[in-house]
């Protein structure tokens, strides 16, 4: 794994028995230069801080999607670091109706820089769900784009690889959600950081391949 890349596995509070997420499972968050990838939930926030501020700050906040795990801890961080925040557009109205004194600093569609990766769009996690990537670092920020195939938040059957999609029951449209993993194809990556399971250290782009032959969705021209 790049040597710029710090891994914060932050606390999961117990949920309903449907949601299958079982509370030993960390949320990862990801600090890569100076900008943090997610934040984990709002208990995370003093915990959260403490790393960061041992890591010498932060200077931008990418939430890569509207679901409250990656966002949570948002408002303490800019309260004690003022970053910048960076938000999907399709996704910008959580913050709004979660944090009524907070606005995001700059809204990414996919296809921009942000800090050295490249912002894509995968919807159907989310609407405005994005992955960020940077091949010079071989990284590909997945956020829930994928997940672990050993996560609790994938679905229940066997993976050829270490990746897997959310479980239906974590997105707003799984049909959608799985095609557009077609964006990943083709990448030159070594690591793949996942809020949900291990991050992948090594050979992230025949990860990402794999798990594409998985569903059905590659094929050789």
């Avoid at 997420?21 to 995370?44: K, M, Q, R």
Wanted: hydrophobic share 40%; net charge negative.
């Amino acid at each position: 794994m790049s040597d710029s890349v710090t891994r914060f596995n932050m606390p999961r509070p117990d949920l309903p028995a449907y949601l299958t997420a079982s509370p030993d499972e960390p949320i990862g968050c990801h600090l890569v230069g100076d900008t943090l990838f997610g934040t984990g939930y709002a208990l995370s926030t003093d915990q959260l801080l403490r790393k960061l501020e041992a890591a010498g700050g932060v200077e931008r906040v990418v939430v890569e999607h509207e679901d409250t795990d990656h966002y949570g801890a948002l408002p303490g961080v800019v309260d004690r670091f003022d970053p910048e925040v960076v938000v999907p557009d399709g996704d910008q109205a959580f913050l709004q109706r979660a944090y009524a004194d907070l606005t995001a600093d700059r809204l990414v569609e996919g296809g921009e820089e942000v800090a050295g990766f490249r912002a894509v769009r995968v919807r159907g996690h989310t609407y405005g769900n994005m992955a960020f990537v940077d091949e010079s670092q071989g990284l590909l920020v997945a956020g829930d784009t994928v997940v672990g195939a050993d996560s609790d938040i994938a679905p229940d059957r066997r993976w050829s690889g270490p990746l897997a999609p959310p479980a239906e029951l974590f997105n707003r449209d799984t049909d959608r959600a799985r095609r557009n993993l077609v964006a990943l194809a083709g990448l030159d990556v070594e690591t793949v950081l996942l809020t949900h399971g291990e991050d992948v250290g090594g050979g992230g782009s025949d990860a990402v391949d794999r798990l594409l032959r998985d569903l059905g969705l590659h094929w050789e021209l």
